[in-house]
């Protein structure tokens, strides 16, 4: 379904590339501001800072005939993977412990730690149990809820499973959460 808050829920579910642009940005920034200061300098007929552009760029040209061949090599293996992981960081969406859940035709952006508190809270009435013994992790696509029972009091598995299907299902979140429910064989003693 397409909300019409499309793009402020996309804004709060995704991580920016922020960070990565400025850095970006800097070091270019300072690259060229280097290379501009090398080339009045030569102009000038003053000394460079650290290489004349033309010896830097005959640097550049014999760098492929330099040795050890070996540290030639790695340094353009870095210098790939950095690419690469730039690459990459630029496609792929980072996402943020965020979902959408729909309420009554609005869009409302609810916060990982929230659901599973949520859920842990439900799991704990249904089983009886006192605060703390369900412990429950939500990432982007799945809800594992882990339940510790009270020694000596048994607990009703599928009791468990219908809440925690039932207490997701009515959030109606993007994306949906599959989830696990384990439940301990080793109780802890109650207070």
Known sequence: MKTPYARIVRRETHSPRTVTTIVLASVIALACIYLGT?????????????????DAFGWVAALPTLQPQW?????????????????????????????????????????????????????????????????????????????????????DDAAIRSAVAEEIGSYDLRPALRHTVRVKTTGVIGS
């Open 71 to 155: 540290a030639i090599t790695v340094g353009g293996t870095l210098l790939a993977l950095v690419g690469l992981l730039l690459m990459v960081h630029a496609v792929r969406s980072g996402r943020l412990a965020r979902h959408q859940m729909m309420h009554e035709g609005r869009a409302v952006i609810v916060d990982n730690g929230v659901l599973a508190s949520s859920i842990a809270r439900r799991v704990e009435t249904v089983a009886r149990l006192p605060q703390g013994q369900a412990a429950v992790s939500v990432s982007h696509r799945r809800a594992v809820v882990e339940v510790t029972p009270t020694s000596g009091i048994p607990v």
């Open 38 to 54: 090398e080339l009045v300098l030569r102009m000038l007929g003053q000394p460079p800072l650290l290489a004349t552009p033309a």
